[in-house]
């Protein structure tokens, strides 16, 4: 039996008197591609938010590697926040640094890495990404696709556990969804563990170890891609896979 | 006319040329002390916790509420009485700063309050503890967009820094006062002193502007008016 790389028990949070989740569970095994599906406002964000506590929970906990993460302490919880990199739906890219100093500046600052080695390991992350030629540019010149890589370049180079992305694709035109998901695909394809939320289910089923359906702050299913799209249990989960395939297409 | 050519030669020049050294030095470390102090009081303002946070604002609210001159008097005439002598020097450049600090975290704390939360989710997503964020992700963007407005008040500042004469710290303005009370010329000597600062903030629109210039990062350009 394998041990989780990441132990998820029992979240929840609460916004005045709304109940945003309602104790979600979750066990990541290495090399594992969950994928968050749902309508919105079912906790999505939310959920991948208190996994590195951007928002704290009021409930819950979570270990990483076996051990407990305690993010009132905050040394622990920078630290834990360093093995988990985290993707933003609008990328969050630091509009002050260019593309090389945003990959950098996380080493540099929060690893304590000296200027030149970093800079050097900046260089690898953006070529992994595909974007070595634009690294002297700042957000504001880069397109979306590109800064999203810039961004995933920019997690990986703390070189995390585990990654969260959150709708990494949502905020982009169509044709350049294609180059995100490439690089995703090759994480994956690496190795890497990763929880997403994404409402792309043809690539979310194309690639995902699980699928999990949340709905009101609660995972109602998870299954294989093949379960949850072709034989989901719950009517609720048949009826939003339905309306989401007419959405976003076929599934690949 | 050659008389009042004599007599510019040889009152008006050197001592109008002591005041205007007096001025600068009053002016640049006022100027940077109170940018200094203006930065730490915008961000304690904002990111400080509740009571640090109403100590900020209780600072702002005396040192932009009390009018300068009533503030210089209190550091030069009034700090005396709890046996604290300051030089008219030390007391303008105190007052000066204090004030000038007030106003600058104005700019920061509006400045600060323009970043974009996903900044910090960002930063705080990669493991920066607080500190560490303000100083390397949020500050060097918050100091562009606060920098026209603090630009501004060093201009005002070397306008303001005439009042240190009313301390006796004898700066331009006290220079001028002196001459044309001895001479009556007081046209002719406060068209030259007007003249003086005309000279100083024109310097410091181009130094700040050359600032700005380089400063100039895509995505942080200033519409220009
Ligand atoms: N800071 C907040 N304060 C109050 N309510 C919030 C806050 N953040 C989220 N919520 C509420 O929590 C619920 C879940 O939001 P969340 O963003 O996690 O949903 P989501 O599943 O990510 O949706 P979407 O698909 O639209 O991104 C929503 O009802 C939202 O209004
Ligand atoms: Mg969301």
């Known amino acids: 039996m394998t041990t989780p790389i990441l132990r998820i028990e029992n979240i929840s949070k609460r916004y005045g008197k709304k109940d945003v989740l309602k104790g979600a569970s979750l066990d990541v095994n290495k090399g594992d591609l969950k994928i968050l599906i749902g309508p919105s406002g079912a906790g999505k964000s939310t959920l991948l938010q208190c ?21 009132a302490n905050k040394r622990d919880l920078y630290a834990y926040r360093q093995k988990v990199g985290m993707i933003f739906q609008d990328f969050n890219l630091f509009d002050h640094l260019t593309a090389l100093e945003n990959v950098r500046i996380g080493m540099v600052r929060v690893k304590g890495m000296g200027k ?54 949502s905020a982009l035109d169509p044709e350049l969804i294609g180059e995100v998901h490439a690089v995703i695909r090759d994480l994956g394809n690496n190795g890497m563990t990763m929880i997403m939320a994404t ?26 891609p093949d379960k949850i799209f072709n034989h989901a249990e719950n009517a609720r989960t048949q009826e939003f896979c339905s309306k989401i395939t007419e959405l976003y297409g076929e599934r690949g | 006319m050659t008389e009042g050519w004599l007599y510019i030669q040889a009152e008006v020049y050197p001592a ?37 946070m109403a100590a900020a604002n209780t600072f702002v609210a005396i040192f932009r509420g009390i009018p300068l001159v009533v ?39 509006g400045a600060l309050l323009s ?47 005439s009042l240190a004469y009313m301390i006796t710290c004898i700066e331009l ?19 030259m002193i007007g003249a003086c600062y005309l000279v100083m903030t024109s310097v410091a629109t181009i130094v700040l502007g050359r600032m700005e210039e380089r400063l100039r990062i895509p995505g942080f350009e200033h519409r220009r008016t």
Not at chain 1, 125 to 133: D, I, N, P, S
Not at chain 2, 37 to 45: A, Q, T
Not at chain 2, 76 to 94: D, K, N, T
Not at chain 2, 124 to 153: D, T
């Open chain 1, 116 to 169: 030149a080695e970093a800079g050097e390991r900046a260089v690898l992350e953006l070529e992994r990404v595909g974007l070595k030629e634009h690294m002297q540019k700042y957000p504001a010149q880069l397109s979306g696709g590109q800064k999203q890589r810039v961004s995933i370049a920019r997690a990986l180079a703390m070189d995390p556990k585990v990654m969260l992305l959150d709708e990494p694709t």
């Open chain 2, 115 to 161: 970043i974009k939360r996903g900044q910090m989710l960002a930063a705080q997503s990669l493991g920066f503890s607080k500190v560490r964020m303000i100083i390397s992700i949020i500050l060097p963007q918050a100091i562009r967009r606060a920098l026209p407005g603090c630009g501004n008040e060093i201009i005002y500042l070397i306008k303001y820094s």
């Open chain 2, 71 to 109: 503030q210089l008097f209190i550091w030069y005439f009034g700090l005396p009485h709890i046996g604290i002598y300051l030089s008219p020097f030390v007391a303008s450049v105190l007052g000066f700063s204090l004030c000038s600090g007030a106003y600058h975290s104005e700019y920061i704390r």
């Open chain 1, 51 to 71: 996994i590195n506590f951007l928002v704290k929970p009021d409930e819950g906990r979570i270990w990483l590697d076996e051990q407990e993460v305690h993010y």
């Open chain 2, 173 to 191: 303005t006290g220079q001028g006062k002196i001459l044309a009370s001895n001479s009556f010329k007081y046209t002719e000597v406060f068209l």
């Open chain 2, 16 to 52: 109008l040329l002591k005041g205007f050294w007096v001025s600068l030095q009053l002016i640049a470390p006022s100027a940077l002390l109170g940018l200094a102090i203006g930065i730490m009081v915008g961000v304690l303002r904002i990111y400080g916790n509740r009571p640090v």
């Open chain 1, 199 to 224: 409402h792309q289910i043809g690539f979310a089923s194309s690639l995902a170890s699980e699928i999990l359906f949340m709905e009101d702050g609660r995972i109602l299913e998870r299954g294989t």
